[in-house]
């Protein structure tokens, strides 16, 4: 129910914009993320985004990527910049959606994203 875009290849100082929308008959929308999976990594949290919060980051991208999001549109970004060749993963979206009585947390299927010169 969610489907990610926006990954591609991209030289060491450019940006990418990544986009995720969340489909279905959803009543809410709670706590919206990204995160990264690097070969041979761990699963690491990139940039999250809660209603009345400030959006969290990883330290290895504050002050180069920024998180948003239209609730309207059940969709939440990632504005990457000034990305770096350690910033090559594939990148998920991660949302907790209310569909019926309680939330539930979905991932994207992740979208690619490499930077290399």
């Known amino acids: 129910q969610l489907q990610a875009s926006g990954g591609g290849l991209v030289q060491p100082g450019g940006s990418l914009r990544l986009s995720c929308v969340a ?7 709670g706590r919206m993320a990204w995160y ?4 041979g ?7 999250s ?12 991208v504050r002050d180069r ?4 999001r239209d609730i309207a ?4 970004y ?12 594939v990148y998920y979206c991660n949302m907790r959606l209310l569909f019926s009585t309680d939330y539930d947390t979905y991932w994207g299927q992740g979208t690619h994203v490499t930077v290399s010169s």
Not at 23 to 29: A, E, T
Not at 51 to 58: F, K
Not at 65 to 68: E, R
């Open 41 to 47: 990594s761990q699963r690491e949290l990139v940039a």
């Open 49 to 60: 985004i809660h209603s009345g919060r400030d959006p969290n980051y990883a330290d290895s």
């Open 36 to 39: 990264r999976q690097a070969p």
């Open 78 to 89: 990632l504005q990457m910049g000034g990305l770096k060749p350690e910033d090559t993963a």
């Open 65 to 68: 990527f920024a998180i948003s």
């Open 73 to 76: 549109k059940n969709t939440v």
């Open 23 to 29: 489909s279905g008959n959803i009543r809410s929308i």
